[in-house]
């Protein structure tokens, strides 16, 4: 009886990114996608774009986190919004754009894949679920964008903590992340001793720690009750569009 010939072993497919958008495009989609996605990281407090430098690539964030910041002739920075693995840095090219007045500043260590601005529009321009799902994110973010500067004009330094901390927790592995309060003055736009006020106030009610250099949430519902209703806004806009 003659023994058949042996067949290789199916191939297996290669995980996919985490980020949210990469992980939910349809196979094909996906994988004429694949191989012009190249995967890269940073560390905290690396610089991805300068305000009005051209944005060659664009990030889909698989971890980590990196924060969209308006700035001003004085070199200040002040924090417009956040980017998780919900989304990508650099979006602006797909809407027309070849470079940005904002800066993007990695908030945490980032892993992330990375596609040339070229190659993303074109997909973009093919008009399938890639176009549809990175508009979401797009409203999503406006969505933010525009809490944030409500927030910052009408609502305590306590509350803009809370709602801040409860975003960072969001999109981080765990309780604890690496944040110093002049990190934190820089991205709520105000001086170091009013972090230092907001900070110890959360922390005498329980809600968070900090030490050298790390914060860590030890109450999320009580951040939550203390927080105001920007957060719930942004995230219930999230949930509801992504």
């Not at 196979?27 to 300068?50: A, T, W």
């Not at 700035?71 to 919004?81: C, I, M, P, S, Y």
């Not at 989304?87 to 904002?102: I, Q, R």
């Not at 001086?191 to 050298?212: C, E, M, P, T, W």
């Amino acid at each position: 009886m003659l023994t058949p010939p042996s067949r290789p072993p199916p191939m297996t497919e290669q995980p996919r990114p985490a980020n949210q958008i990469l992980s939910a495009l349809p196979h094909d989609e996906f994988e004429r996608l694949r191989p012009k996605l190249r995967d890269v990281s940073f560390k905290i407090g690396e610089i991805l774009y300068q305000a009005e430098e051209p944005i060659e690539s664009v990030y889909f964030v698989n971890s980590g986190i990196i924060s969209w910041l308006a700035t001003l002739e004085d070199g200040n920075t002040v924090e417009a919004g956040v980017i998780g693995p919900e989304g990508l840095a650099g979006v602006s090219v797909v809407l027309g754009a070849t470079s940005t007045p904002n800066q993007a500043l990695t908030q945490a260590d980032v892993l992330a894949s990375s596609i040339s601005s070229e190659d993303l529009t074109n997909e973009f321009r093919r008009n399938g679920e890639l176009n549809r799902m990175m508009l979401r994110f797009v409203h999503s973010l406006f969505t933010q964008v525009a809490q944030t500067a409500a927030c910052n004009r009408l609502h305590t330094l306590d509350q803009r903590l809370a709602r801040w901390l409860l975003m960072t927790h969001d999109r981080t592995n765990g309780d604890t992340f690496p944040m110093t309060q002049e990190f934190l003055s820089r991205m709520l736009g105000v001086r170091r001793a009013g972090v230092s006020v907001a900070a110890n106030s959360l922390k005498r009610q329980g809600l968070i720690d900090y030490h050298r250099g790390d914060i860590k949430v030890l109450n999320r519902k009580g951040l939550e009750a203390v927080s105001c209703e920007c957060y719930e806004i942004v995230n219930h806009e999230y949930q509801a569009v992504l």
